[in-house]
């Protein structure tokens, strides 16, 4: 009997160091007059389902005995999903703060919620370090910051920094930015982020920024003019072409024809042409008076 019971209390302490190496405490973050939702990781079926709030009943269901029920202050502002265990609350104030708990078909589930009230972040500044930074320096900082009493409670934040207008990418409060790299940014604009809200702040001049080389006017007309030229005559001798094809000579059997005084003469093949000096009524005279 002895051994048994050893046994079995060896068996009870091992079940519980395996409850506790899977406990999960999750932070459950929410702004004063808000909503906080609670979401136990959950796929089986539910038959009973029992929330807490630092040992205080919140709501309870148990299929076929007992029906859905808030309890207390938690009336009128809670909803509980019996099919997945989720928890809802509205107008939420500081007293809603601590551990919540559920069970789930008669056990303690793992994970445990810690609700925390936090404030909402303010609209950050964006500061130079130092103040008298200036474009013959070769780098500079840039802080994303509002002064402490803004953001005692506003939970944990996360900073957010894009150029110009490009995407937001997650970094410190505090970047680095330098002449070499950084001269083709004209803005830089942070972002303060907390689990219930976000504020950007108003672009900030890079005091490192220059304007964009304008390209060569005059290389550029230059290599543009030829081009549109060569175009234009290229259309024209398409759309023209059957008029320059007629003032072109003409062949007839191999010999190339053209028209003198309305008169129309062949040369020979070889491209010696004899020119008629006069019409051919004159060429007929002189035939006679030679006969």
């Known amino acids: 009997?002895?051994?048994?019971?050893?046994?079995?209390?060896?068996?009870?302490?091992?079940?519980?160091?395996?409850?506790?190496?899977?406990?999960?405490?999750?932070?459950?973050?929410?702004?004063?007059?808000?909503?906080?939702?609670?979401?136990?990781?959950?796929?089986?079926?539910?038959?009973?389902?029992?929330?807490?709030?630092?040992?205080?009943?919140?709501?309870?269901?148990?299929?076929?005995?007992?029906?859905?029920?808030?309890y207390g202050r938690f009336k009128e502002r809670t909803t509980l999903d019996t099919t997945t265990g989720?928890?809802?609350?509205?107008?939420?104030?500081?007293?809603?703060?601590?551990?919540?708990?559920?069970e789930i078909n008669n056990k303690v589930h793992p994970q445990r919620f810690t609700g925390k009230a936090i404030t909402v972040v303010p609209k950050p500044d964006v500061w130079v370090q130092p103040l008298k930074c200036n474009a013959d320096m070769d780098s500079c900082s840039l802080?994303?910051?509002?002064?402490?009493?803004?953001?005692?409670?506003?939970?944990?934040?996360?900073?957010?920094?894009?150029?110009?207008n490009g995407k937001w990418q997650q970094k410190g409060m505090n970047i680095t930015i330098s002449k070499t790299a950084d001269a083709h940014i004209k803005t830089f604009t942070c972002k303060m982020k907390n689990p219930v809200s976000e504020e950007e702040s108003d672009p900030k001049e890079n005091v490192f920024y220059k304007e964009p080389t304008p390209p060569d006017v005059?290389?550029?007309?230059?290599?543009?003019?030829?081009?549109?030229?060569?175009?234009?005559?290229?259309?024209?001798?398409?759309?023209?072409?059957?008029?320059?094809?007629?003032?072109?000579p003409k062949r007839q059997n191999g010999e190339a024809t053209r028209t003198v005084n309305g008169n129309t003469l062949s040369s020979p093949p070889d491209g010696d042409v004899n020119v008629p000096l006069k019409e051919n009524s004159d060429l007929t005279t002189e035939a006679r008076e030679s006969a």
């Open 1 to 70: 009997m002895r051994k048994r019971s050893v046994f079995g209390l060896l068996v009870g302490l091992l079940l519980a160091v395996l409850d506790f190496s899977l406990a999960e405490d999750i932070m459950a973050y929410f702004k004063v007059g808000g909503e906080l939702e609670l979401k136990p990781t959950f796929t089986g079926r539910i038959s009973n389902i029992l929330w807490k709030l630092n040992g205080d009943l919140v709501a309870e269901w148990v299929e076929d005995i007992v029906s859905l029920d808030y």
């Open 86 to 102: 989720v928890l809802i609350l509205k107008k939420l104030d500081t007293s809603d703060e601590g551990k919540y708990t559920v």
């Open 143 to 164: 802080k994303c910051e509002k002064e402490k009493a803004a953001i005692e409670d506003a939970g944990p934040i996360v900073y957010e920094w894009k150029e110009d």
């Open 218 to 248: 005059g290389l550029a007309v230059g290599i543009t003019i030829p081009v549109v030229a060569a175009f234009i005559l290229g259309i024209s001798g398409f759309v023209f072409r059957k008029k320059i094809l007629a003032c072109l």
